[in-house]
């Protein structure tokens, strides 16, 4: 996805939404008889039940959508839709991928869908991910018009489709990223016997704000990344996760996209990291080499 494009949990009950719906319908009136077309209205994607999410563009422009409809531990995945020139590029990922993490945070562990056959990018799309034919559910009936596909939903699996969304910090991140270095970062700096006072801690939290990203899945703050992108240079200055999205594969795909990000723009990526830490690790695996060491820690450095 390209990195202008941010999805975010949203009310659907917006004129920019409103439009992206009032696309599909046209779009499907072209394709469907009303018999074989199963829309939920504006009303209907407002319901405390149902999970809405919204791509925007770098000009806040709402460029896709898409809903999932939770009963129970099952949901129905709804007006997924992008406009046109969006295609392509990962924005229909990243909106799956946010439902489908919001989904499983709530408790749902099957997602199900009815689509048609006139529409085989879509279908290519959703087996892709993981959604493989069924026959109907719930009050759908046989027809031909109509192709049901399901996919379940596990911490496992998500780990490989989950698009973490990112935006940029603020001050009212102030208490979530304070938590965060206190359950991340602080913990390898008190084994390195580095001590750090609250007040000094929040200053440099502070001082973040202006190159830090917030990282979203489910649209839930669970993360931070911050890079100083310099002409010559990338710097990775931070990286966290919430301890309990460690393990799952995430920050690997994370830092692949940045490193591919630095790649295109022909510069390397360099960071520190304290010794202790066992994030280095995954730095060797990703292609940093060490360029000097302290007592502490390491530098490390893409080739670029």
């Given at each position: 996805?390209?990195?202008?494009?941010?999805?975010?949990?949203?009310?659907?009950?917006?004129?920019?939404?409103?439009?992206?719906i009032?696309?599909?319908?046209?779009?499907?009136?072209?394709?469907?008889?009303?018999?074989?077309?199963h829309?939920?209205?504006?009303?209907?994607?407002?319901?405390?039940?149902v999970?809405?999410?919204?791509?925007?563009?770098?000009?806040?422009?709402?460029?896709?959508?898409?809903?999932?409809?939770?009963?129970?531990?099952?949901?129905?995945?709804?007006?997924?839709?992008?406009?046109?020139e969006?295609?392509?590029?990962?924005?229909?990922?990243?909106?799956?991928?946010?439902?489908?993490?919001?989904a499983?945070?709530?408790?749902?562990?099957?997602?199900?869908?009815?689509?048609?056959?006139?529409?085989?990018?879509?279908?290519?799309?959703?087996?892709?991910?993981?959604?493989a034919?069924r026959?109907?559910?719930?009050?759908?009936?046989?027809?031909?018009?109509?192709?049901?596909?399901?996919?379940?939903?596990?911490?496992?699996?998500?780990?490989?489709?989950?698009?973490?969304?990112?935006?940029?910090?603020?001050?009212?991140?102030?208490?979530?990223?304070?938590?965060?270095?206190?359950?991340?970062?602080?913990?390898?700096?008190?084994?390195?016997?580095?001590?750090?006072s609250?007040?000094?801690?929040?200053?440099?939290?502070r001082?973040?704000?202006?190159?830090?990203?917030?990282?979203?899945?489910?649209?839930?703050?669970?993360?931070?990344?911050?890079?100083?992108?310099?002409?010559?240079?990338?710097?990775?200055?931070?990286?966290?996760?919430?301890?309990?999205y460690?393990?799952?594969?995430?920050?690997t795909?994370?830092?692949?996209?940045?490193?591919a990000?630095?790649?295109?723009?022909?510069?390397?990526?360099?960071?520190?990291?304290?010794?202790?830490?066992?994030?280095?690790?995954?730095?060797?695996?990703?292609?940093?080499?060490?360029?000097?060491?302290?007592?502490?820690?390491?530098?490390?450095?893409?080739?670029?």
């Amino acid at each position: 996805m390209g990195t202008a494009v941010r999805v975010a949990l949203e009310s659907a009950n917006q004129p920019q939404v409103v439009a992206l719906i009032a696309d599909l319908d046209a779009y499907q009136d072209t394709l469907y008889p009303p018999e074989s077309r199963h829309a939920l209205d504006l009303n209907a994607l407002q319901q405390p039940n149902v999970i809405f999410a919204v791509a925007r563009d770098a000009a806040g422009q709402a460029v896709g959508c898409g809903a999932i409809v939770l009963q129970g531990t099952q949901g129905e995945l709804k007006r997924m839709y992008l406009q046109p020139e969006q295609r392509g590029q990962g924005c229909a990922r990243a909106i799956l991928g946010l439902l489908e993490a919001t989904a499983l945070q709530r408790g749902c562990h099957l997602v199900l869908l009815e689509t048609g056959p006139y529409q085989p990018e879509a279908l290519a799309f959703y087996a892709r991910h993981g959604y493989a034919r069924r026959g109907p559910f719930g009050d759908y009936r046989d027809d031909p018009l109509s192709v049901f596909m399901q996919k379940p939903l596990s911490l496992a699996g998500q780990a490989q489709d989950t698009v973490v969304s990112r935006r940029k910090a603020c001050e009212q991140d102030l208490p979530f990223l304070l938590g965060l270095r206190a359950k991340t970062m602080d913990l390898h700096h008190a084994e390195a016997g580095v001590v750090m006072s609250p007040s000094e801690a929040e200053a440099r939290v502070r001082a973040s704000f202006e190159w830090a990203e917030i990282l979203l899945i489910g649209g839930e703050p669970a993360g931070l990344l911050k890079v100083i992108r310099d002409p010559r240079e990338w710097r990775l200055s931070q990286f966290q996760l919430l301890p309990a999205y460690q393990g799952m594969g995430l920050g690997t795909g994370l830092l692949t996209d940045l490193l591919a990000e630095a790649q295109t723009a022909g510069v390397p990526v360099s960071l520190s990291v304290l010794k202790v830490n066992p994030a280095q690790r995954l730095y060797q695996r990703l292609g940093f080499a060490v360029i000097s060491e302290s007592e502490l820690g390491l530098c490390m450095q893409t080739a670029g």
